[in-house]
Antibody
Framework: QVNLQESGPGLVKPSQPLSVTCSVT??????????WNWIRKFPGNKLEWMGY???????YYNPSLKSRISITRDTSKNQFFLQLNTVTTEDTAVYYC???????WGQGVMVTVSS | DIQMTQSPSSLPASLGDRVTITCRAS??????LRWFQQKPGKSPRLMIY???NLAAGVPSRFSGSRSGSDYSLTISSLESEDMADYYC?????????FGSGTKLEIK
């Protein structure tokens, strides 16, 4: 059974980096031809796709975030990571990880940006 | 970026009703369209992929269709467990983009 679980800080101060981990069990993140995504849902219910890291390590970021986002992975731990730099209150959201074809999602982690 | 215009934003309906939610794509996305259901406090659930294909475990009262650049999710006979938010997602090209969502609620 594929399971994804996000973990993160809960509260981040403005201008600081936001880091969230997605731990995957039941499936290797290096298995062809799957992609591992980050998506967030804002308080107003808008969903935004942030980017992915693929089975072979290639990465694509949403251009709207390109200067602030980094997605990496640790294949030995079967985890992938989101880092978003220089956050503002507008980055307050629930952060989800999901496997393309979007059949498996994590439960989401709420991250609030506030001083 | 491809814009997905979803309507309506809110849909009051009665149990047993047939309801339809629509997304219009700003450019050609072929059948690279998915529909998700999301309930409060839960992660999105894949309902339809490839515009018309029912995802595993999804009741047969759900269906997806396409007419040109318009994509629809239809529930043939609304049940109480269907009350949720629904979103479309295009994956024809990056960045992937979601519709703005439809809140399906009891009239």
């Amino acid at each position: 059974q594929v399971n994804l679980q996000e973990s993160g800080p809960g509260l981040v101060k403005p201008s600081q980096p936001l880091s969230v981990t997605c731990s995957v069990t039941g499936y290797s993140i290096t298995t062809s031809y799957y992609y591992w995504n980050w998506i967030r849902k804002f308080p107003g219910n808008k969903l935004e796709w942030m980017g992915y890291i693929s089975y072979d390590g290639s990465i694509y970021y949403n251009p709207s975030l390109k200067s602030r986002i980094s997605i990496t992975r640790d294949t030995s731990k079967n985890q992938f990571f989101l880092q978003l730099n220089t956050v503002t209150t507008e980055d307050t959201a629930v952060y989800y990880c999901a496997r393309t074809p979007f059949d498996y999602w994590g439960q989401g982690v709420m991250v609030t940006v506030s001083s | 970026d491809i814009q997905m215009t979803q309507s309506p934003s809110s849909l009051p309906a009665s149990l047993g009703d047939r309801v339809t939610i629509t997304c219009r794509a700003s450019q050609d996305i072929g059948n690279y369209l998915r529909w998700f259901q999301q309930k409060p406090g839960k992660s999105p659930r894949l309902m339809i992929y490839g515009a018309t294909n029912l995802a595993a475990g999804v009741p047969s009262r759900f269906s997806g269709s396409r007419s040109g650049s318009d994509y629809s999710l239809t529930i043939s006979s609304l049940e109480s467990e269907d009350m949720a938010d629904y979103y479309c997602l295009q994956s024809k090209e990056s960045p992937l983009t979601f519709g703005s969502g439809t809140k399906l609620e009891i009239k």
